[in-house]
């Protein structure tokens, strides 16, 4: 939501309104003796998500971030709230980027959705509109460190040992790779209302190829430019990885996956190619050198993380784009999707047919 769109604006704050009850989120906040007690509570919305919203809390000197659900809360939406609340508890003392929780709730009547609270990153995110801010606008050495700090978050969030953070549950490890192909088909068979080439391909493709070697860990599930922030200034420095709802316990290769599928090269359309400007960034090669020696994990197998991040982007986002078309959506964002997963199936299929991965 910016100044200079009014109209934006207006439907954001109409879609919005009602969603924190301020009086009900003070005597939550009382209740669990976060600061503030007893200053009134004010509530801005910041930005939304296909399927979440995040509101800035004010109360007295004291700021903090709300994150729930849409108004029409999805299916099993509720339960996420409370596993981003459990994997961001985990991370607690940990040297990966993320934003401190503060509380819980687990009773989604309070206010129509289970949330969680959480302290407010000073920060920037690459989604705020207008380009790249000063000094990472005009100094492409700065800009540079934007991409390697951008997978400095994954490689130590691949270090973390989720069973002493206690995680043990929180996902399936074993028979990850098993599982994929067959359970996000099964996920599109239930919203399907068009072929989408390539992924057929790429299902064979990657049932052929699992990887060599599999080492469980934390992985974030959607990791890219979207969802992270960065401190104000140069040097680039990663503040938070936010936006934790696919996150589990399963192979943190596949964030790198969902990192490189969409990342440009020197010979690519860097500068209108993609939802950030690449131009000064690093090459795939030393983003996939770069996350070997700070993961301390090998990247031979990279064209199966590609392909299976490909694949499994295009269903999900087939997933939102299904609720467009049949009217069910309250976030106008997914409306652009449609577009987006025909053309993920069929680069999916492409790197299938062309990988010289054994």
């Known amino acids: 939501m910016t100044a200079d769109d009014p109209v934006r604006a207006v ?8 969603l924190v009850d301020e ?45 729930r659900p849409p108004r029409r809360v999805p299916e099993g939406r509720n339960e996420t709230m409370l596993r981003e609340h459990r994997v961001l508890t985990a991370l607690a003392d940990t040297d990966v980027p993320h934003a401190r929780v503060l509380a819980a709730c687990d009773d989604p009547e309070l206010m129509g959705g289970c949330f969680y609270l959480m302290e407010y990153v000073d920060g920037w995110s690459p989604m ?14 700065a800009r540079r460190g934007l991409g390697f700090q951008l997978v400095d978050g994954i ?15 929180f996902g399936r490890p074993e028979g990850f790779h098993d599982r994929q192909v067959d359970r996000w088909m099964a996920h599109l068979e239930a919203v399907k209302f068009r072929d989408i080439p390539g992924l057929d391909e790429a299902a064979a493709w990657l049932r052929a190829h699992k990887p060599r070697r599999y080492e469980p860990g934390i992985m974030h599930g959607d990791y890219q430019f979207a969802n992270v922030m960065f401190r104000h200034g140069a040097p680039a420095r990663l503040a938070a990885i936010v936006d934790w709802e696919m996150a589990t316990v399963g192979d ?15 010979d690519e359309d860097r500068a209108s190619g993609s939802y950030v400007d690449y131009t000064g960034m690093p090459t795939r ?29 295009a ?44």
Do not use: C
């Open 11 to 18: 439907d954001e704050a109409e879609r919005t309104r009602g």
């Open 128 to 141: 705020g509109g207008g380009g790249w801010p000063a000094p990472f606008d005009d100094d492409l050495e």
């Open 23 to 67: 009086a009900r989120l003070a005597a939550f906040m009382d209740d669990r003796g976060l600061p503030g007690t007893g200053e009134p509570v004010t509530a801005t919305f910041v930005t939304g998500g296909a399927s979440n919203e995040l509101f800035e809390i004010r109360r007295g000197d004291h700021r903090m971030a709300l994150r």
């Open 285 to 313: 090669a030393e983003v996939l050198e770069y996350y070997a020696e700070v993961s301390g994990r090998s990247v031979e197998d990279v064209d199966y993380y590609v392909v299976l991040a490909r694949f499994k982007l």
């Open 155 to 169: 490689a130590r969030l691949a270090r973390v040992d989720w069973r002493a953070k206690g995680l043990e549950g």
């Open 252 to 266: 943190p290769l596949l964030d790198l996956g969902w990192v490189v599928q969409g990342w440009l090269d020197p």
């Open 315 to 358: 269903v999900v986002l087939e997933a939102g784009y299904a609720r467009v078309v049949q009217g069910t959506a309250d976030n106008p964002k997914m409306a652009a999707f449609g577009d987006v997963v025909l053309s993920l199936g069929r680069r999916a299929g492409e790197l299938a047919a062309t990988s010289d991965l054994a």
